[in-house]
């Protein structure tokens, strides 16, 4: 994904902690946006520069005219909201040819949504990480997806590393790849990589 010169929109920023990474990129504008108006002024607080406008805004029925954006991503947002009305939105404000980029948390795994379920106070109440049905949301309104799946072997044993960059990490990521070949284990995952082209 090329984001030089591009008009990106951070959807669901929060107090922005990705803005100030993806500006490196060197796009033309980025403008996030939350419907928190305190997550807004201390993004504010903590962000300035010329090519950051940050906005408070309704992700599920923004303010922006249609095909305004040339990439539209988001961290763990879209699986607190209305998926559909989402993935509507999404689509009209981005460019034909525009890139929708998520990374969001997979819910087929019983192991982890028996976590999930164990643990209800290390999540919202609105959160329903998504299944297989919601990438078929997505496929009628974008082409070209692509759906990278991470977090099985190096859940199962991150009690042996203490940090991404250590070799045992590497490793395990590697033989994850390799078992997100096989349909099965997709279902398994922790969480998902999504990327899709507007039509």
Known sequence: INAKNSEILDYGCGTGPVLE??????PKKITGIDISEVSISKAKEKISNSKIELLVENCENTTF???????VYGL?????????????????????????????PLGTNPLINFYRLLTPKSRSKDEHP?????????????KNINIKYYGLLTLVFFPFYNSSDSMIFKMLVRFDQLLFKIKFFKYLAWSVLITA???
């Open 65 to 71: 005219g249609d095909n305004k954006f040339d990439i």
């Open 130 to 142: 998504l299944v297989f049905k919601d990438f078929e949301k997505i496929k009628s309104n974008f």
């Open 197 to 199: 082209k507007k039509s």
């Open 21 to 26: 990474k993806v500006i490196k990129f060197n």
């Open 76 to 104: 763990g947002i879209l699986h607190h909201l209305e998926f559909s009305k989402c993935i509507n939105e999404i689509s009209r404000i981005l460019r034909p040819g525009g890139t929708l980029l998520f990374i969001e």
